[in-house]
């Protein structure tokens, strides 16, 4: 009570030292306006006069006229009546012009009078300000000692943040940071999309509507399984054909539109599906709905991310693309990140209606962002969009691609890896919902620790591949992250750790971060040797396929699994619902060890016969 007391001490001597102090300033202030309307009165009397002068010697020129008779356009008409031809509207706007340069400069007369009335505001809140911080306590030594400290802080700050912000120096002339930042909206988009996609509503499908996993994941999967056509949709974007000009508009637009259409259903197909409506409806009808909703946002996003990174690396020049499009795969794992947190918050007290909300939130601001993110970004160029451009063909470069034998061993590696990692990505929720009794919000917030987890896994790779650290044991120290991961996800639950699993689910994406990393710059470095950019389309192929697949085999086995445990047809001791999570997140432990076989040989040898420094990494390269 004595803190308080003191506290409330402290408050009513600071209002009784302000008072002093507004009133100070309400007597400043009147006659400051008092000032002020003075001089807009005399401006208005000599504008006044002015006009009178004008209209006076008007008349004056119009009975000189009439005693000589001469026209009113006549050769003798006076400078002031203007050139031959002006009309009334130009004479009068120069006779305005006139007048007001008669009446003196208004600049003059407002600028100073603005000034004084608002020195007193001024005054007041530098005063404040110092007392705040003791500076009116301080001799004139002192306060300069105190800017010059502030002035070198602020230089020191500005120093830290460019030396350690990830491609700060992407900005040009040509693409500005402003315009380079608004760029970036699109894939905020995008990384709100896949956090609602893969990480809310699984939890949200299986736990709250009682959606079959089997089910949540072959849903989750179709947006997924539709990445592989990335690499057709660039293509085409590149060939577009289009009177307009435009090669990436066009996608950009329409993707936005699949993304905002699929968001803009979704809310209702998937109340459909769980049957949680008072009408009854056929069950393939919601299946139905909410497998067209999850394919046209996973279209969207795929078409306006590749379409997207396509115009940003045109925009940009040559020596700075590279960096652009990694300051845009920055702000995708950003976007991730923020997703995360606001749905955690937005979803923590559950119901239907909030859950519309959010979704069709997540509609709005996709159309919002990808608007300003595209507005007036491409230029018009009818000539690169001429009908009659040839179209270059891929049937070839794959066929040199693939007779180097080498990305046999790489794409293997990439495939078991990827279902290894991502076979959990339904689960993950559902598991901290179900098995640790943790809320809505928790499991959400989930996402968000693992886009945090491989935006570290980036950074590290970043320093590390730049002092020639081999991409293949980089891949395997990734894949060692993971087994260390998916073993403290599954103690977790025998312990009771929620700690636990959160630190699991953070070297999950870490580790996850370290091995596409490492496996891509792999990939880019074949496709050097190679003398095609194909490699990269492959991985990313590869990749996709194997996420969307794993993805649905995960949540069918946990399905199959758990029910032949809960039915006691695997013994009394598996007789839980941890079983069916417990034997997934096993068999991603034993696909990573799978893993590191098939790498052993690549790590040992450096790849093959790869020499010097592996390629520059930089996040330009990563297919999304």
Known sequence: MSRLSEAVEQVKEGLARLVPEVEKLAANLKPALERLGEQVRQIMVRLAKARAEARQQAAERAARRDESGEAPGGADRPAAQGPPGEGALGRGLRGFANAVNKAGDIDNTITPAIAALTRPLRQGAKQASDRLSGADKMSPAEKAARQAQAQ?????????????????????????????????????????????????????????LDVPAWLVATMVALPIVFAPFRVLIGFKSDTHKSVLGWKRVPYIWFGTLLQFGGLAI??????????????????????????????????????????????ATDLAPEDTRPRVVALLYVFLLVGQILAGIVFAGALLDFSHFRLIQVIQ??????????TIALWKQEARNPQATDPEAPRPSFRETWAEFMEQGRPARLLVVTGLGTAGFTMQDILLEPYGGEILGMSVGSTTFLTALLAAGSLAGFALAGKGLSKGFDPHRLAAFGVLAGIIAFTAVLFAAPLGS???????????????????????????????????????GAWGAVQATAMGFAIAVGGGLKDVLGSLAENGLLGEALET????????????????????????????????????????????????
């Open 152 to 208: 070198a802080n602020r230089e020191k700050w500005g120093e830290l943040i460019n030396r350690n912000l990830p491609f700060a120096d992407a900005a040009t002339d040509e693409l500005p940071m402003k315009r380079l930042l608004r760029l970036a909206l699109f894939q905020v988009s995008v990384g709100m999309a896949m956090v609602l996609l893969t990480g809310t509503l699984n939890r949200v499908m299986i736990v709250e």
């Open 266 to 311: 979704m809310p209702f197909a998937l109340l459909v599906l769980s049957g949680q409506t008072e009408m009854e409806s056929p069950e393939i009808i919601g299946r139905a709905a909410a497998g067209l909703a999850f394919l046209l946002v996973g279209a969207g996003l795929h078409t306006t991310q590749t379409a997207g990174l396509a115009l």
């Open 361 to 370: 939130g997540a509609a709005v601001i996709t159309l919002v962002f990808n």
């Open 577 to 624: 619902p941890y079983t069916g999570y417990g034997l997934v997140y096993s068999l991603e432990v034993v696909l990573l060890f799978a893993t590191l076989v098939v790498v052993g040989p690549m790590v040992r040898y450096g790849g093959g016969d790869r020499r010097g420094p592996p390629p520059r990494f930089g996040l330009a390269e990563f297919p999304g």
């Open 498 to 536: 929620e700690g636990l699993f959160r630190v699991g689910t953070v070297l999950i994406g870490f580790g996850a971060g370290l091995f596409a990393v490492g496996t891509m710059t792999a990939a880019m470095a074949l496709a050097t040797e190679g003398g095609s950019g194909l490699a990269l």
